[in-house]
């Protein structure tokens, strides 16, 4: 198993561009999460899936957007890259809601 | 502020016992989490403690939790060289888990 996968690994961006981050699992959890981590602030739910077709809103879902049409898949979309976007992305699974979390190694994005 | 609080740093000797320190907020959470970020990396799930244990030991790490008082600390035994990095306490909140802001634990010779 790959686990949870993440692309790109690194990414910069000019103020008002769009992008989606990649997130795929093959663990067929049915649970999946995107944070935000900025230093020494640990880490913000951005938004998160309870199975596909659902999704819902997390801690800091402003200026972000999901989609959940398969298992495998969460998408995480920024329509109009901002500086406060600078941030490392990390996207995260589990079985159960309130089970471990298996982590994908993260995607660093800068906003200039 | 945070749901969970850590302090932020921790300098241990190397072969020295290193404690780490949590509060956290909702008495209901069902489990509570140590996560371990080592550099450029992502989360790891180092061990977990269910909410009606007192204590839970595993190899070199001893999870004690006083739900009395919401605190959870991490106790590191005979602390190496590889265990320089992040710690994370999470607590469990329906579908989600909360994190703390995470310790950075420095590991001197």
């Known amino acids: 198993n790959a686990g949870v996968t993440q692309t790109p690994k690194f990414r910069i961006l000019k103020i008002g561009q769009s992008m989606t981050l990649q997130c795929a699992q093959d663990m067929n959890h049915n649970y999946m999460y995107w944070y935000r981590q900025d230093p020494g602030m640990g880490l913000k739910l951005i938004y998160y899936?309870?199975?596909?077709?659902?999704?819902d809103k997390g801690e800091v879902p402003n200026g972000y957007n999901v989609s959940r049409s398969t298992t495998e898949d969460f998408p995480l979309r920024l329509e109009l890259a901002a500086p406060s976007q600078t941030s490392v992305y990390f996207c995260?699974?589990?079985?159960?809601?309130?089970?471990?979390?298996?982590f994908g190694p993260g995607t660093r994005l800068t906003v200039l | 502020g945070e749901d969970v609080e850590q302090s932020l740093f921790l300098s241990v000797r190397e072969g020295d016992s290193s404690v780490i320190n949590c509060t956290y907020t909702?008495?209901?959470?069902?489990?509570l989490y140590w996560y371990k970020q080592e550099p450029g990396a992502g989360l790891q799930l180092l061990t977990y403690i269910f909410s009606n244990m007192d204590m839970k030991q595993d190899q070199r790490l001893t999870v004690l939790l006083n739900k009395k008082d919401k605190h959870l600390s991490l106790r590191i035994a005979d602390t190496q060289t590889g265990d320089s990095a992040i710690y994370f306490c999470?607590?469990?909140?329906?579908?989600?888990?909360?994190f703390g802001a995470g310790t950075t634990v420095t590991v001197r010779a």
């Open positions: 999470a607590e469990s909140m329906a579908y989600k888990l909360s």
């Open positions: 995260a699974s589990s079985y159960e809601g309130e089970g471990e979390q298996f």
């Open positions: 899936s309870v199975g596909a077709g659902i999704t």
């Open positions: 909702d008495s209901s959470s069902t489990y």
